[in-house]
């Protein structure tokens, strides 16, 4: 099993930042991939970012060159850097690992981004 804790979500005004947090716990050998996702209100959960134990980066189009994912191996610990947010980033953010070995997905409980003036 894989516990995963995100914080960092808030209040921001368009053009603010903020960084999420995910800080993993449990059976972390295991982890492969690990990403950010998030839902907005009556929509689908999607992916922001990723990355793999290798480095490998994916973003969605939308967070391409306002976001920017980062992993720490030694802290266990996943970040999001969001820049110059939007009304549209709006959403519960997810933290997730993948356990590509064993086919299971984690999900963290979701910090709350919400952007507005």
């Known amino acids: 099993q894989v516990q995963l804790v995100e914080s960092g979500g808030g209040l921001v005004q368009p053009g603010g930042s903020l960084r999420l947090s995910c800080t993993a716990s449990g059976s972390i050998g295991r982890i492969n991939n690990m990403g950010w996702y998030r839902q907005a209100p009556g929509e689908q959960r999607k992916l922001v970012a990723l990355?793999?134990?290798?480095?490998?980066?994916r973003y969605a189009d939308s967070a391409k060159g306002r976001f920017t994912i980062s992993r720490d191996m030694v802290k266990n610990s996943l970040y999001l850097q969001m820049n110059s947010l939007e009304s549209e980033d709006t959403a519960v953010y997810y933290c997730?690992?993948?356990?590509?070995?064993?086919?299971?997905?984690?999900w963290g409980q979701g910090t709350q981004v919400t952007v507005s003036s």
């Open positions: 997730n690992a993948v356990d590509v070995n064993a086919g299971r997905a984690y």
């Open positions: 990355q793999t134990n290798r480095g490998t980066t």
